[in-house]
């Protein structure tokens, strides 16, 4: 309760009649409210409320009011609240295991792939050291493209399994899952 001298000075400053601790998880309340009984104020007089609970104050006192719906409000840019639950799912990925892109060059008449992939990685590993595993990696695209792309022609089918042979080529060797995302261009 690293503010506490400050908090006793607010209460012996403002000296208030009612007290509604209203910053930090329910312990930090708790303290606060401590603090504000210790400092002098009736205990009947001090109230941690819930979110969505209502008080009304008035000169003849305090009164408890019916609760109103109260929630998380999540603001994205411009946007307010309309933020969805696979939106932050895929944040809460990207935060945490990073991204990794996978651009593989084809000719267009041909259908052949053109050299090894591109591979960008961005909060996943740092690449000037990890040169070894991305060449692994680009080893390990190479060699799932050349099995899976002459036994089907469907590109949307060789994305998914280039996905989802380098999500385990990576968790094997880093113990993590980094969103992959497989780019195929035409050229």
Known sequence: FACQEELK???SLTKPKYFIPVHGEYRHLKQHANLAKIMGMPEENIFIMDNGECMEFSKSGVSKLASVIAGSVLVDGLGVGDVGNIVLRDRKHLSQDGLVVVIISREKQESKFIGPPDIISRGFIYVKESEALLEEARNKI??????????TGNWDNIKTVVKQELSAFLYEKTKRRPMILPIIVEV
């Open 142 to 151: 190479m060699e799932t493209l050349q099995k899976k792309a002459c036994s």
């Open 9 to 11: 000075i607010i209460h």
